[in-house]
């Protein structure tokens, strides 16, 4: 599809063909008794409502239609009230296959992944300890296919940084936090921290489906990606020799009880200073994005965000502006 | 300590030397402002109050005279308003290579450790899956250490099944129902049931220390039991060639959901029928032996058992009397 | 409406007329600002959309035309991109007088009624305890009018067992394994525990109402099964001369207590072996019912179950194959 | 024990003997290893604190003096440091026959119990409703021995009006705020309201037991006050001959939702106007008598009471004083 | 809009043209692909549907016609199967500027507004206490703007007394049973208990937007009723010279615990009678006018009112009806 | 005192005389009937066991001598087994006037008090918004009672911080983190959280009494810290004229919010970032300081604290050592 053009760029009358994400699908009855197809599609830039009056147009199985399935549609720009829709003269269900590249379809992280990686690689040699730092390498450096996962998967299925590279984006951010605490609260030991935060989350990239829709494996659903993280942890420990136990422990500690209640999945409370960093850093990252996607949600003029389900609130989206510090 | 007698058969006037388990000790002040020290000793038949009066006659270091001691200490049965009680003329604290065999220190399942291993290995063997069959093998047969401990261990520390070799007698009780339980519910996979019953508690041999009192080890506390069989289980599944992935996913997630509850430290709720059974024959099996130890409670004549912490309730004691068949 | 056709049996162009139940009725406004009736007709067999274009055309009252009324409707089995769905020329409310026997328009239990009713004859009849088993006859089969009811309830208003006979069904399973829990644990009073689980749901017969859709009636909404129950016991042990007081409590302790927890209902806790028994494997059994419903639903062939608000979770699918014995 | 002296009666030097309730007993250890017995002592003017140091002089069973047990004590009254303590001769156990009246041992309600009583008989003549009169009538005129145990019972075990006479005292005070609400809220149905109030609690005669010390009686802790007066009311529904089936469902709707959460014991909510004010000034009632009594307590002069536990908080003792009204 | 029409009094075929208040607002895509226009639209005496057919009749601004504005109309009333509906011409939005008068669009108290505010000025007339006298003085009778939104402010958003002038209907309710309750339990304060009741919800008056549709000001979410009249009380008090601090705080306690629970919003819990009885009387009072409210309302003819989320359950809607005093 | 030795610079032997704190005081009864006293007694150096045997040695008024009580004493150091106590001659009561300086008696912050009032200027006059910054001068530096008090007040009753200067330190230490997190998080407002956290517990200066021991207040009772601080804020903010309404609205609702969730006493939930901020790095600060005290808390040798009732866990003592860079 490299060179179909992209949603946002279309103009009324302009005759459009090719591959879209189907947001929505449903087939409805007109006051006739005929049915039509109402559908919602997207790409990374946008997406359109759009309309098949006469369903025998669709090719193959109609069943197929459905939300989360790609389509091909051929169609036109039409104008109505101002607001763009597309005019469908037909569709049909698409494979995986003929899609090819699916990065066009989806959110992405505002951050390259080569920067990322390389704050990651960065982050990772600053690691003085050599027990944590050739955990963190086996990982994340050897194991090339977790590595690619790891610079791919959303943060979350809808709580916070649900798009592609959202969990290296929120990984780098609370690193970044991590090291600034770990300069304030001296005590506290840095590498054992950042062994935390990098590993805390890795499961995730088994955890959530992310090639078409965001959604939970069946490994997710059984198991959760605390249960996996830590097999791969042990894993990791398992081909050095010599790896402190009461390390693996910590290590281990932190990531099994970093959702820091028992209610929200964890196995076991923070009972390490790290640990308890960890947790709060984690949970505060998560939540912030949320609150400041929805003060800059720019389909939103109000003082307040629709209500949040997962933070049980609406964020207030009005923000004190800041001083510029010559003014003073 | 194979020539002591023990505390039960004790009668007054009778001397006494040998090793007893400190249940309590302090050191307390007289009406004079002299310390004295009080002892609650006992061994697997029983325990008895003694007094030391003379704290000078204490060897060695004063402080290492704690609850969950061991202690040598020499003496005579004395007889107080029909009550034993012990005086003692020497005490000191003796290390656990002077006492040799701890099991005669604490009680002990009423089913001989040997009788349990071969029901053990009768169930194994029962197994027609031979995926999951090698698994348990493996677990309970190739590796001894775990065998023996899994033989030893109590299953819990407070809360049921408070004694040696309890959490095997535990397994197998649970084990006993969940064959009836698939016997009527045809649906059930038997073995997998009985894949999850083996090994749902299997951890607690390593997050239990039960050599002296019955506490938890730093592993426990760090990661709990279910974390730590859950790491056994992924290592005695990599040494299999060749097992199934959704095996493994499904063995795992009635081990990780077993609790039932998150809030009780599983992190995924149960979520196949298997994982389910687990859980609730697990919960009940806990529960009908506190029950019926507090009907059964001999040192306690009322309708009413003490207030349980963890049932959070007081159990019944008087029971219904089963008619005889023949009367009917 | 013995000869009319059950609507899984009908082929496209065949004409219909007869009662339905209709589960859903709506009246919607066309394009054209005209209102036409959209439909969702049942029998036991399956369900089907249908349509009247001209709301000119029905009979009697409008607003009768309502989700769980009975309609009498006469129109046509029409064709519509493969699937079938029902052009209706007349509708009209039907009085359920006119309908006769509901059975046709409700799911029913798997299991003949007489076969149930003969294994709970059997059972009460198994009772050794001369006052439990006249309690049991006393309610069971000399109070003909409630034996009718158990017979034909459902066992829940959207939980489990949620068809015509649910409630026996329900009952009888978990009193066969409540005889397995006896089995292997011999201190459980058996007969006790039988009279629990015949009685602990028998309430249900008068807090549903199932004649026409499952709901609540007054008294259920008012005072719920087990205070309806637990009058009843009484009023049956009231007419017992010497029925034993410490029985009618134990009894009624588990009727009481069987939801196991005082959030869900049950003023008290189980404080008996037999209360808690039969707690457990209620819940068990209801769940379990739910997961295997799940997992068989010919209408979806994902790993996942749709999301199950009672049991606050998705349930897997995917069911690990039993081995044959043969093949070990 | 007509002739003995009240306990706050007695002066420095007096000799006593006579019948006392043991509050606390305990055999004790003293520095020379000898055993004493210490022991407070109450009747319903107060409690002193007693020794007997020869333990020896104990006539019969040792392991009888027990705390809740009746003793007879023969000894003389000693001053400590200004404050009086009992030095004792003798102690035997006492048998309840022996003692005769238990309300000398107990504290009672301020009110005198014929007053209560004339109160409780006019509010039932004042109920204008047939039925509801008669039900009251049966339950608290005819049935002279819930009359009287009515009249003796204290509201609690511990949370409130915890003496003889203060379930008579409690259900009263709310009758009338409860008449207080009907005056404001018109729309109350006044007669309803009493019924429920009279019964709400009615079941605590039979709940708990209070002949000695105040506990819980074995039917008290298998059903519950509430499923005990649910039982009465449907007896004596039972016989009066067309009590309408509508107001029996919202009487007993009353008494079992009183508690207003189902995790406070009740298995359903208030639904109806009368089940909600009832819950609230029960509720409402209870609390106040704490609340007052903590601020009325003349051993404590503070402005805090100490931490109360079922009400989960301290209780400010200072009152805003009343400004005279002439003074305005 | 003082001579426009009542919706309630319009007949089938009469034209309208005037204000009206959009409760919904939706475009929707007719069977043709062309858009209509679907209101529900309000005045204080109903509701009526509306349809406008041809989008392009709408002046201004298409979207500003949305739910909760106010829209200028011009159509006719046509029935349609025995229901009134609205045919429009024409469709304006129209700023509050033009609209006048909003309170012929709302619900209203019962009670007239001069009649509560007299009530209001007797109640603090009625006070003893000088110095509470002067406070609420302050606030209800010097403080004019104050007043004047006390008196036509709703009580809730959602939940009780959601109409204009609820707010001081309800206060004056809570204030009346609160003397109820002050002869009743003598040894409360009357004065702090009515200082206590007035002031507790005066904070609505800013928390809630009540000037078209009710919602919430930022003030409210930002800071919610009990700081914003927490502050108020604060700055009235520090213009009374020599106003007691025990008396402030007092006062301060009863607003800051008067929902009773932390989990409800409350920062402290209730510790003086006084605030416990206003804690009591205020949520008795609002939940008391939601299940009149339920039962009386005549769109509703079945036992049950629908479900309530606030109260978490549905409200029986039959009343035992009160015996005539005559008949006795 | 200032010339009364410090408790852990005394040997045995050693006369004393001077003010000492009564942490604990207990009358016992000797085994021969006489009365003792104990007593725990404290300076800010430790404590030591004390015993009077000859109660008539007390001076003045027996009933005051009790915990929390200055005492004058005098005596002599002995050695009990290696261990100190005191042997008493003479005790009475001390009042506060004759004691002068506390600040010998109690915990004080291990920075000195001087150093941490710069660094709260330094912080107030980096305040670029010119509204806070004279917000917060107005509280912290032209409020010099506000100033003194919020040098010497500890952060707690006893979860953190419990110790003089515990207040500041902890709020230094927060704002330092909260520095550094908004040079991570850009797009949060400095200056705005600053404000925050300056002001989030500075009402614990009137909730806590920390004049002798450390408890309540009745204004911390009753309001709480969070309310005394609004009026604070809101006093202060009436004195700048023109302060932005807006500013005042965030501003309250940081420090509103600050205990997270409605249970902890925040009566709404953090809805802006910088209001998630203060509460995330508040909570924090407050639970590494409990831990990282557990871990140094020299009186303990073992891996695991003691049980930790407001954190509800125990903590892992044992910290996995820093790698000095160098070794790398």
Redesign the interface.
């Known amino acids: 599809m490299s060179d179909q053009p992209l949603l946002r760029s279309l103009k009324e009358g302009a005759a459009f063909q090719g591959f879209l994400l189907a947001q929505e699908a449903a087939?409805k009855?007109?006051?006739?008794?005929?049915?039509?197809l109402?559908l919602k599609l997207s790409d990374a830039s946008g997406d359109l409502k759009a309309?098949l009056?006469d369903?025998r147009a669709i090719e193959g199985d109609?069943d197929a239609v459905q939300p989360d399935a790609f389509l091909w549609v051929k169609g036109a720009v039409t104008s109505?009230?101002?607001r763009l829709q597309m005019?469908l003269d037909k569709v049909r269900f698409a494979a995986d296959v003929e899609v090819g590249d699916f990065s066009r379809f989806f959110p992405v992280s505002a951050r390259p992944v080569p920067d990322m990686l390389a704050e990651l690689d960065a982050l990772i040699a600053s690691v003085?300890?050599?027990w944590i730092r050739r955990l963190l390498e086996a990982l994340f450096v050897v194991d090339t296919d977790l590595r690619a996962a790891f610079a791919q998967a959303p943060a979350a299925k809808s709580m916070h940084h649900v798009f592609l590279g959202g969990l290296l984006e929120h990984t780098l951010?609370v690193a970044?936090?991590a090291d600034?605490?770990c300069?304030?609260?001296r005590?506290l030991?840095?590498?054992?921290v950042q062994a935390g935060v990098l590993l805390h989350d890795v499961g995730k990239t088994a955890e959530l489906s992310y090639q078409r829709s965001f959604g939970y494996t069946?490994?997710g659903?059984?198991?959760?990606h605390?249960?996996l993280e830590?097999?791969w942890i042990?894993?990791a420990v398992?081909k050095i020799p010599g790896f402190p136990e009461?390390?693996r422990?910590?290590i281990?500690?932190i990531v099994?009880s970093h959702h820091g209640r028992?209610?929200?999945?964890?196995?076991?409370?923070p009972?390490?200073?790290e640990a308890?960093?960890v947790h709060?850093l984690d949970?505060?990252d998560g939540?912030?994005e949320v609150?400041?996607r929805a003060?800059q949600d720019e389909s939103d003029s109000g003082?307040?965000s629709p209500y949040h389900r997962a933070?049980?609130?609406?964020?207030?989206r009005?923000?004190?502006?800041?001083?510029?510090?010559v003014?003073?």
Chains 1, 2, 3, 4, 5, 6 share one sequence.
């Open positions: 087939y009855v007109s006051a006739k008794g005929s049915e039509y109402e309309f009056w369903v109609m109505y009230n101002g005019k003085e300890d050599p951010s970044a936090m600034r605490a300069g304030h609260y005590a030991n840095r590498d054992l069946d490994a659903n059984l198991l959760g605390i249960a830590t097999d042990n894993r398992g009461d390390l422990l910590q281990l500690h099994l028992l209610e929200f999945g964890s196995p076991v409370l009972k390490t200073p308890l960093l709060y949970d505060l939540k912030l609150m400041f003060a003082s307040w933070l049980d609130r609406m964020i207030y009005r923000r004190w502006p800041k001083v510029d510090p003014e003073k």
